[in-house]
Protein backbone atom coordinates (compact mmCIF):
# COMPACT_ATOMS: atom_id res chain seq x y z
CA UNK A 1 0.00 0.00 0.00
CA UNK A 2 2.78 2.69 0.98
CA UNK A 3 4.80 1.58 -2.74
CA UNK A 4 1.95 2.28 -4.50
CA UNK A 5 0.59 5.50 -2.72
CA UNK A 6 4.53 6.81 -3.15
CA UNK A 7 3.90 5.76 -6.95
CA UNK A 8 1.03 8.30 -7.04
CA UNK A 9 3.38 10.49 -5.89
CA UNK A 10 1.76 10.30 -1.84
CA UNK A 11 5.24 11.11 -0.16
CA UNK A 12 5.90 8.74 2.86
CA UNK A 13 5.76 11.94 5.14
CA UNK A 14 2.57 12.19 4.29
CA UNK A 15 1.64 8.45 5.19
CA UNK A 16 0.24 7.31 8.73
CA UNK A 17 0.02 3.10 9.06
CA UNK A 18 -2.15 2.06 11.76
CA UNK A 19 -1.82 -1.25 13.24
CA UNK A 20 -5.18 -3.33 14.40
CA UNK A 21 -6.18 -3.15 17.79
CA UNK A 22 -6.08 -5.97 20.23
CA UNK A 23 -8.78 -8.75 20.23
CA UNK A 24 -11.05 -9.86 22.85
CA UNK A 25 -10.87 -13.15 22.45
CA UNK A 26 -13.71 -14.19 24.56
CA UNK A 27 -15.55 -11.77 23.76
CA UNK A 28 -14.97 -12.62 19.85
CA UNK A 29 -15.51 -16.06 20.32
CA UNK A 30 -18.86 -15.54 22.05
CA UNK A 31 -19.71 -13.65 18.73
CA UNK A 32 -18.20 -17.00 17.09
CA UNK A 33 -20.68 -18.64 18.94
CA UNK A 34 -23.98 -16.73 18.18
CA UNK A 35 -22.97 -17.40 14.51
CA UNK A 36 -22.34 -21.00 14.80
CA UNK A 37 -18.85 -20.99 14.46
CA UNK A 38 -16.12 -21.83 16.39
CA UNK A 39 -12.98 -18.84 17.93
CA UNK A 40 -11.51 -18.02 14.56
CA UNK A 41 -9.06 -15.32 15.61
CA UNK A 42 -6.24 -14.83 18.46
CA UNK A 43 -5.21 -11.49 19.60
CA UNK A 44 -1.36 -12.93 19.47
CA UNK A 45 -1.79 -13.64 15.70
CA UNK A 46 -3.50 -9.92 15.88
CA UNK A 47 -0.21 -9.22 17.42
CA UNK A 48 2.12 -10.38 14.77
CA UNK A 49 0.21 -8.20 12.11
CA UNK A 50 0.83 -5.49 14.59
CA UNK A 51 4.27 -6.01 14.48
CA UNK A 52 4.45 -6.35 10.28
CA UNK A 53 2.75 -3.18 10.48
CA UNK A 54 4.87 -1.89 12.40
CA UNK A 55 7.71 -2.61 10.53
CA UNK A 56 7.03 -1.81 7.34
CA UNK A 57 6.64 1.93 8.64
CA UNK A 58 9.98 1.90 9.81
CA UNK A 59 11.14 0.29 6.38
CA UNK A 60 9.38 2.92 4.39
CA UNK A 61 9.81 5.55 7.00
CA UNK A 62 6.24 6.45 7.75
CA UNK A 63 4.52 7.32 10.79
CA UNK A 64 2.34 4.28 12.60
CA UNK A 65 -0.57 4.50 15.29
CA UNK A 66 0.16 1.35 16.83
CA UNK A 67 -3.27 0.70 18.56
CA UNK A 68 -2.24 -2.85 19.55
CA UNK A 69 0.41 -1.87 22.24
CA UNK A 70 -1.60 1.39 23.02
CA UNK A 71 -4.72 -0.84 23.96
CA UNK A 72 -2.85 -2.83 25.94
CA UNK A 73 -1.20 -0.45 27.89
CA UNK A 74 -0.14 -1.48 31.63
CA UNK A 75 -2.12 -4.47 31.06
CA UNK A 76 -5.22 -2.07 31.29
CA UNK A 77 -8.71 -3.64 30.04
CA UNK A 78 -9.36 -2.88 26.39
CA UNK A 79 -12.64 -4.34 26.03
CA UNK A 80 -14.56 -1.55 26.09
CA UNK A 81 -12.96 -0.64 23.22
CA UNK A 82 -13.98 -3.23 20.85
CA UNK A 83 -18.28 -3.85 20.78
CA UNK A 84 -17.79 -7.57 19.63
CA UNK A 85 -14.58 -8.09 20.47
CA UNK A 86 -12.86 -7.68 17.20
CA UNK A 87 -14.81 -4.02 16.03
CA UNK A 88 -14.12 -0.96 17.42
CA UNK A 89 -16.69 1.06 19.70
CA UNK A 90 -17.80 3.95 20.13
CA UNK A 91 -15.12 4.43 23.05
CA UNK A 92 -12.71 2.75 20.55
CA UNK A 93 -13.34 4.82 17.96
CA UNK A 94 -12.77 7.64 20.42
CA UNK A 95 -9.71 6.73 21.28
CA UNK A 96 -8.46 6.28 18.07
CA UNK A 97 -9.32 9.97 17.31
CA UNK A 98 -7.63 10.70 20.00
CA UNK A 99 -4.52 9.29 19.30
CA UNK A 100 -4.64 9.88 15.16
CA UNK A 101 -6.24 13.96 15.62
CA UNK A 102 -2.69 14.55 16.68
CA UNK A 103 -0.56 12.69 13.82
CA UNK A 104 -2.92 14.16 11.48
CA UNK A 105 -2.80 17.74 12.69
CA UNK A 106 1.17 17.28 12.94
CA UNK A 107 1.23 16.93 9.19
CA UNK A 108 -1.84 19.73 7.89
CA UNK A 109 -0.72 22.18 10.08
CA UNK A 110 1.68 23.26 7.61
CA UNK A 111 -0.99 23.11 4.67
CA UNK A 112 -1.61 26.47 3.20
CA UNK A 113 -5.56 27.03 3.06
CA UNK A 114 -6.76 26.93 -0.46
CA UNK A 115 -10.43 28.28 0.38
CA UNK A 116 -11.32 30.72 2.50
CA UNK A 117 -12.66 29.45 6.23
CA UNK A 118 -16.38 28.87 5.87
CA UNK A 119 -17.19 31.96 8.15
CA UNK A 120 -15.57 34.04 5.45
CA UNK A 121 -17.95 32.71 2.62
CA UNK A 122 -20.20 35.73 1.96
CA UNK A 123 -23.68 34.19 2.60
CA UNK A 124 -25.27 36.01 0.20
CA UNK A 125 -22.98 35.48 -3.35
CA UNK A 126 -20.49 32.60 -1.96
CA UNK A 127 -18.99 32.66 -5.31
CA UNK A 128 -17.39 35.66 -4.99
CA UNK A 129 -15.65 34.51 -1.73
CA UNK A 130 -14.62 31.15 -3.69
CA UNK A 131 -13.64 33.10 -7.22
CA UNK A 132 -14.27 36.14 -7.11
CA UNK A 133 -12.60 39.75 -6.03
CA UNK A 134 -10.91 38.69 -2.95
CA UNK A 135 -12.48 41.07 -0.47
CA UNK A 136 -14.97 37.75 1.39
Known amino acids: MVQYLK ?3 VPENRVILV ?4 LCETAWEAECVMQGCKLNRLN ?3 G ?4 ACLQVAQDCGTDVLDLWTL ?3 DSQD ?5 SDGLHLSPKGNEFVFSHLWPLI ?3 VSSLPL ?7 VAEAKPELSLLGDGDH
Open 105 to 107: EKK
Open 114 to 120: LLPYWRD
Open 44 to 46: SVV
Open 48 to 51: EYAN
Open 78 to 82: FSPYL
Open 71 to 73: MQK
Open 7 to 9: SVD
Open 19 to 22: TPPP
